[in-house]
């Protein structure tokens, strides 16, 4: 008998249906500790103690010096709010042997003058130089272009180009805080891009809130780019946004919190599956919102399985587009709860998912950030055979890899079948008894890449090798 998946999604606050919901982010303080300990025994000790008991988890601790009788050490600590902070602060000044002399903030600083640039390939340093990079040697160039539109690929840096666009109308848990809000967050998405692909990566701000605008100002500036990566709109303007530039555009375009959330949490679903010694084609699985993730998600899932996706939304508008995809819909999460082997929560509500709730045996991936919808402790103790949070599912698995495919074999679209095997490429790098493998880890992004790019010469939306060859 064929089983069935189920999937059901409340609404996290990235990835959350409708504008007019409620958020539930809250951001966590990052800062570092400078303090200056007597060269004592147990000392260190005791700042750690005094960390951690009042509420604090402990970054990096870089030992900057060390003396006859004293040490300096920059400890980072990560707090749920200034509250916290000021406790440990105030814990640190209790301990004798230790004097704090600074509280650093080391995102400010790390954002100060912001995360990117622009440099040339190639320095001009002589006149030589600047006649082949400028006039009058460019002009060669432009006219071969001209002649033959293709030759930009090969003799400009658009081949090489992906434009992230955003009217910063969801950014992260933050809700519509504009465009140039939305800036720190976008240099960070081009800087990781940057590093994992080799490519680049090139913030374009839209201020509108109008997706007819937003539609006619990518395509407008679309020549200049390889591929339009779409970050931070609310829904469901970000589904007509999309689904009208793919329709008008003949190049990769791609909503991240869409298909690199459902890549990412495929993938996790996968070896979950793996690590509890299941078969994830052959379990019902319960996922819960059917925001602009959650209905990427469940796509993504009833394409890789062939089964029906089941789901429920605490928005009619939702739950609507959802059976249109051709899902069908349960009532609540607890009913979904004992329907399900395998539950994925993407909600952002903390405690969401009760103890009392789950069944034994069942894997359990509550991966909203920070706080998860039941924590992994819990979880186990209520009967779980595997339990995760989302702190090392991460988009930057994905969109890298995904994106250096299609402009790769010059897709002129990106079909299902090069989501699925990028899912299936993280899975294939991931180490044994891991959810995820190191994001961080230069190769699995070029293993992403080249799955992507041989699925999209499967799928028929690239140009074929031998017609590259020829160009």
């Known amino acids: 008998?064929?089983?069935?998946?189920?999937?059901?999604?409340?609404?996290?606050?990235?990835?959350?249906?409708?504008?007019?919901?409620?958020?539930?982010?809250?951001?966590?303080?990052?800062?570092?500790?400078?303090?200056?300990?007597?060269?004592?025994?147990?000392?260190?000790?005791?700042?750690?103690?005094?960390?951690?008991?009042?509420?604090?988890?402990?970054?990096?601790?870089?030992?900057?010096?060390?003396?006859?009788?004293?040490?300096?050490?920059?400890?980072?600590?990560?707090?749920?709010?200034?509250?916290?902070?000021?406790?440990?602060?105030?814990?640190?000044?209790?301990?004798?042997?230790?004097?704090?002399?600074?509280?650093?903030?080391?995102?400010?600083?790390?954002?100060?003058?912001?995360?990117?640039?622009?440099?040339?390939?190639?320095?001009?340093?002589?006149?030589?130089?600047?006649?082949?990079?400028?006039?009058?040697?460019?002009?060669?160039?432009?006219?071969?272009?001209?002649?033959?539109?293709?030759?930009?690929?090969?003799?400009?840096?658009?081949?090489?180009?992906?434009?992230?666009?955003?009217?910063?109308?969801?950014?992260?848990?933050?809700?519509?805080?504009?465009?140039?809000?939305?800036?720190?967050?976008?240099?960070?998405?081009?800087?990781?891009?940057?590093?994992?692909?080799?490519?680049?990566?090139?913030?374009?701000?839209?201020?509108?809130?109008?997706?007819?605008?937003?539609?006619?100002?990518?395509?407008?500036?679309?020549?200049?780019?390889?591929?339009?990566?779409?970050?931070?709109?609310?829904?469901?303007?970000?589904?007509?946004?999309?689904?009208?530039?793919?329709?008008?555009?003949?190049?990769?375009?791609?909503?991240?919190?869409?298909?690199?959330?459902?890549?990412?949490?495929?993938?996790?679903?996968?070896?979950?599956?793996?690590?509890?010694?299941?078969d994830f084609k052959h379990v019902q699985v319960g996922q819960i919102g059917l925001g602009a993730a959650g209905s990427a998600i469940a796509r993504l899932i009833m394409h890789f399985t062939n089964h029906q996706v089941m789901g429920t939304d605490v928005q009619k508008i939702a739950v609507e587009r959802f059976k249109e995809l051709g899902g069908d819909v349960v009532s609540s999460v607890q009913e979904m709860m004992k329907k399900a082997d395998v539950i994925v929560a993407t909600t952002g509500q903390s405690g969401l998912i009760k103890p009392e709730w789950v069944r034994k045996g069942q894997i359990i991936l509550a991966l909203s950030n920070p706080y998860p919808e039941i924590s992994i402790p819990d979880a186990l103790k209520a009967g779980a055979s595997f339990a995760s949070d989302g702190s090392r599912v991460n988009n930057l698995l994905g969109y890298p890899g995904i994106l250096k495919g299609a402009i790769n074999a010059r897709a002129t679209s990106i079909s299902r079948e090069m989501y699925i095997a990028a899912a299936e490429a993280i899975v294939r790098h991931t180490p044994e008894r891991e959810l995820v493998p190191d994001p961080l880890d230069p190769t699995l992004h070029e293993r992403v890449a080249t799955s992507v790019e041989e699925a999209a010469y499967r799928s028929g939306v690239a140009v074929r090798k031998d017609t590259l060859e020829a160009l």
């Open 1 to 278: 008998m064929v089983s069935k998946v189920l999937i059901a999604f409340i609404g996290n606050p990235r990835l959350n249906s409708y504008e007019g919901e409620p958020m539930s982010y809250k951001q966590r303080v990052i800062k570092t500790l400078r303090v200056r300990n007597q060269q004592q025994i147990g000392v260190l000790d005791k700042v750690i103690h005094a960390i951690a008991s009042h509420g604090g988890d402990l970054g990096d601790i870089k030992t900057l010096s060390v003396g006859t009788f004293h040490s300096v050490r920059d400890i980072t600590v990560i707090c749920n709010d200034d509250g916290t902070l000021q406790e440990i602060v105030k814990a640190l000044k209790d301990v004798k042997e230790t004097h704090l002399e600074a509280v650093i903030d080391d995102v400010m600083e790390l954002h100060r003058g912001g995360k990117i640039q622009v440099l040339p390939r190639n320095p001009v340093k002589s006149i030589e130089d600047l006649r082949k990079v400028y006039t009058p040697g460019v002009a060669s160039i432009s006219k071969l272009i001209h002649a033959d539109p293709e030759q930009a690929i090969e003799f400009t840096g658009i081949g090489r180009t992906v434009a992230l666009v955003t009217n910063g109308s969801r950014v992260l848990g933050l809700g519509n805080i504009g465009p140039v809000a939305s800036m720190p967050v976008m240099e960070g998405k081009s800087a990781l891009f940057s590093q994992f692909s080799g490519m680049n990566m090139v913030p374009i701000l839209c201020d509108t809130l109008d997706p007819k605008v937003l539609i006619e100002t990518v395509c407008t500036i679309s020549k200049g780019y390889a591929a339009i990566q779409l970050e931070d709109i609310r829904a469901p303007d970000c589904f007509e946004i999309e689904d009208e530039l793919i329709k008008r555009l003949s190049m990769p375009v791609m909503h991240d919190d869409q298909h690199g959330t459902a890549v990412v949490s495929l993938a996790a679903a996968i070896n979950a599956c793996r690590i509890a010694g299941i």
